[in-house]
């Protein structure tokens, strides 16, 4: 009778337990939750693939704890994967430049006196030396090129924006929860913003496009505001973007001088 009692009563702990894993709304990886996600990224994805170089001129501002700094007007140029050059231009001169090649970060500081120079071991360089954002040069090419940088996710689900209309995708880690959030238009077809997110669950950065154009059947930023919580941003207004630009992997190369190919 005893055997028999400690056996009833495992069974019931048995399905009691089951029974509250079943109530805790958990999704499973593959529900059709999910699946109908990574479709949607799929498709997201496959726009402007073919754009694989630009060059571009407009006006960069920058902010560092909520206070204006750089207004300046600016030249780059970019390749796939994380090739970057950025040219911040003084009364028409170069006066800071930044550059990756997808092996160093060269950062050079001509206003000062002597210039600066500096030059990183990096595959995917960090701009935060430039705009006080740990952005990587990856994302930034991504996002000049009017996609969206995906980071590496076990889970995504496809939920109703509550605060205006539209939808947004929820990408998900195992064991670190929401690491990405992609904002989408009613369409599911146009993004809005992406919002990045450290392992510790605040925000990285969030990147916004304000405005967007269609440049040889490309659809890329005409405005591009990149920020986080901490009072730092930069907004980028595109005054001329060329698509499917000619460039070389000596653009992305910084010397002391100053003196390599301008974009």
Request: net charge positive; with cysteine; glycine share 6%.
């Amino acid at each position: 009778m005893k055997f028999l009692t400690l056996i009833l009563s495992l069974v019931a702990a048995s399905f009691l337990f089951s029974s509250c894993a079943s109530l805790t709304g958990r999704i499973p990886e593959k529900s059709a939750d999910h699946v109908e996600a990574v479709n949607l990224l799929s498709s997201l994805n496959t726009k402007n693939q073919n754009l694989q170089a630009f060059k571009g001129i407009g006006r960069i501002k920058l902010w560092h704890n909520n206070n204006p700094g750089i207004d300046e007007r600016v030249m780059w140029a970019g390749a796939n994967p994380s090739s970057l050059l950025i040219v911040v231009l003084v009364s028409g001169h170069p006066a800071i430049k930044f550059s990756t090649d997808g092996n160093f970060l060269y950062y050079l500081d001509l206003t000062a006196k002597p210039s600066s120079f500096k030059k990183i071991r990096s595959s995917d360089a960090c701009l935060d030396r430039l705009v006080s954002i740990p952005i990587r040069s990856r994302d930034v090419v991504s996002l000049l090129s009017g996609r969206i940088p995906i980071h590496k996710f076990t889970s995504a689900g496809l939920i109703k924006n509550k605060l205006k209309k539209g939808y947004i995708l929820v990408l998900k880690k195992k064991w670190r929860g929401v690491i990405e959030k992609i904002y989408l238009d009613e369409n599911k077809s146009d993004i809005q913003k992406v919002e990045i997110f450290k392992s510790d669950g605040s925000l990285k950065y969030r990147a916004a496009f304000e405005t967007m154009q269609y440049i040889k059947g490309y659809h890329v930023p005409l405005k591009l505001v990149i920020s986080n919580d901490n009072g730092a941003g930069f907004m980028l207004d595109i005054e001329r973007y060329m698509a499917d630009a000619a460039v070389s992997p000596s653009m992305f190369v910084l010397s002391p001088t100053g003196n390599e190919i301008r974009p």
